[in-house]
T-cell receptor, first 115, second 113 residues
Framework: NAGVTQTPKFQVLKTGQSMTLQCAQDMNHEYMSWYRQDPGMGLRLIHYSVGAGITDQGEVPNGYNVSRSTTEDFPLRLLSAAPSQTSVYFC??????????????FGPGTRLTVL | GNSVTQMEGPVTLSEEAFLTINCTYTATGYPSLFWYVQYPGEGLQLLLKATKADDKGSNKGFEATYRKETTSFHLEKGSVQVSDSAVYFCALRNAGNNRKLIWGLGTSLAVNP
């Protein structure tokens, strides 16, 4: 299993540009989420999905869109990039939300810089 | 609401020293508790977890015990190595309908040879 994969690893955008961060998992996990990690702020949840066709907002959803058309993929779209979106983005998945299989598996991250 | 509080870092230790990173939580019901580790330039990975009171999670020489009476899940290791240098995150997943992961801010550990 490849686990959770993310592309690209690094990206530089200009203010106002749009782009999609890709995330895929091959573990047949129902639950997927996107976080951003900023110094001194820990991990903040952007959006999450509890299954194909179902998404919901996290703590900091503004400026981001998601969709979940398949179990495997959960792309994150930046609609009009702003310098405040400079961050490291992590995608994560888990098999369950409760019970013994509720830990999250993380991708390697995408480091995004918005100029 | 639910929250996780970790001791602030950075923590700097010499090799073979004893490590404790404190984590306390506020939650309703009986959450699952986790420690994740992030090595430089990498994503987070699960280090250990505990799903009920008095459970002890352990992995790679690290241990943490779920203490409901003190609402704590402190991470310990008896003898740290340089390779343990990383950022450590405490987290909880509430047993309620929400079930989102609630994260601490992370504690940076540097181990010197």
């Amino acid at each position: 299993n490849a686990g959770v994969t993310q592309t690209p690893k690094f990206q530089v955008l200009k203010t106002g540009q749009s782009m999609t961060l890709q995330c895929a998992q091959d573990m047949n996990h129902e639950y997927m989420s996107w976080y951003r990690q900023d110094p001194g702020m820990g991990l903040r949840l952007i959006h999450y999905s509890v299954g194909a066709g179902i998404t919901d907002q996290g703590e900091v959803p503004n400026g981001y869109n998601v969709s979940r058309s398949t179990t495997e993929d959960f792309p994150l779209r930046l609609l009009s990039a702003a310098p405040s979106q400079t961050s490291v983005y992590f995608c994560a998945s888990s098999r369950d939300l409760a019970g013994p299989y509720n830990e999250q598996f993380f991708g390697p991250g995408t480091r995004l810089t918005v100029l | 609401g639910n929250s996780v509080t970790q001791m602030e870092g950075p923590v700097t230790l010499s090799e073979e020293a004893f490590l404790t990173i404190n984590c306390t939580y506020t939650a309703t019901g009986y959450p699952s508790l986790f420690w994740y580790v992030q090595y430089p330039g990498e994503g987070l990975q699960l280090l250990l977890k505990a799903t009920k009171a008095d459970d002890k999670g352990s992995n790679k020489g690290f241990e943490a015990t779920y203490r409901k009476e003190t609402t704590s899940f402190h991470l310990e290791k008896g003898s740290v190595q340089v390779s343990d240098s990383a950022v450590y995150f405490c987290a909880l997943r509430n047993a309620g309908n929400n079930r989102k992961l609630i994260w601490g801010l992370g504690t940076s550990l540097a181990v010197n040879p």
